[in-house]
């Protein structure tokens, strides 16, 4: 994928943005990024804040896609999610000079960190749940393509629903965890929380997202 | 339902290929706006309206020139 991206990247575009849109276009024709190693993360890091744009251009790519799906589980709207992942990865390649490692802590904890705090700003904000008319599912001419499109965007709304039944700190752990994929240890350190008391959480509210999600899925849901 | 099913429900949360186009345009607009001088900015305007600009330049030049004799000639009427 790495390779694919750095082939997608037009010799002429200098400048790290016109390279980052460039890969993140083809990331998302050629599938997400695969995950790095660690290792292989810091040294982006490390090239990134030397003035390496292609690694600025990787770590975008290795963390946009995260991004979206935490801040998505814990804001009212994709436009709202939109906004605050962007907001999120403008501050996360702006401020690596920032980043101090931490021994024990993936970088992925500074990077969702900072998509916790902007989701926070815009979900204290209390707008109403909006759907932009641009928001809705993409039309295609293919039958079976429509039909498993509509089951998706069935569960895909049970889902936010449920979610929306949650508190905000329900939201934030479930969110991080399947989102941004943290374990109990990562999610704890992020909220300021005991790690068991992050799994007594999850375990609670994975059993109560479920059987709301069924239940809507059985009854129909209603936007 | 189990920790894979709730991960799998999650993956729909994942953003459409307009909704990312949307992000990495605002991203790449905001960065390239940063990264570059106000120079640069009106450089660059310069190499894609050069005529624009030069027209711009020209009536903002012939204003200046302009408008001093007529807020003369204004204050010598009232």
Known sequence: MIATASRCVPPFHDSLVSLLFSAALCSRFGGEAIPLEEDAILDLVERARSGDRAAGQRLYQQYVDRVF???R???????????????????????LRRYVPRSGTRFVVWVTTIGVNTARRRFR?????????????????????????????????ALLKALAELNEREREIVSLRYGSELDATEIARI???????????????????GTRIDALLNHGVKT | MNENELARKWALLEPEQRQRRRIDARVRGW???????????????????????????????C???VSTPLSWLARAVM
Not at chain 1, 191 to 209: D, S
């Open chain 1, 125 to 157: 904000r209390r707008r109403p749940e909006s759907r932009d008319p641009d928001d809705l599912p993409a039309v295609t001419d293919d039958a079976i393509d429509l039909e498993r499109e509509a089951e998706n965007e069935q569960e895909r709304r």
């Open chain 1, 191 to 209: 909220l300021g929380l005991e790690p068991a008391n992050v799994r007594k959480i999850l375990e609670r509210t994975r059993v109560q997202l």
């Open chain 1, 73 to 95: 589980g814990i804001l009212r709207s994709d436009v709202e999610a939109e906004e605050a992942t962007q907001d999120a990865m403008l501050t996360v390649l702006t401020s």
């Open chain 1, 69 to 71: 799906r935490t801040v």
């Open chain 2, 31 to 61: 960065l390239d706006a940063s990264e570059s001088s106000l120079t640069a900015q009106w450089l660059s305007l310069i190499k894609v309206h050069p005529v624009a600009v030069l027209s711009f330049a020209a009536v903002a030049a």
């Open chain 2, 63 to 65: 204003l200046v020139v």
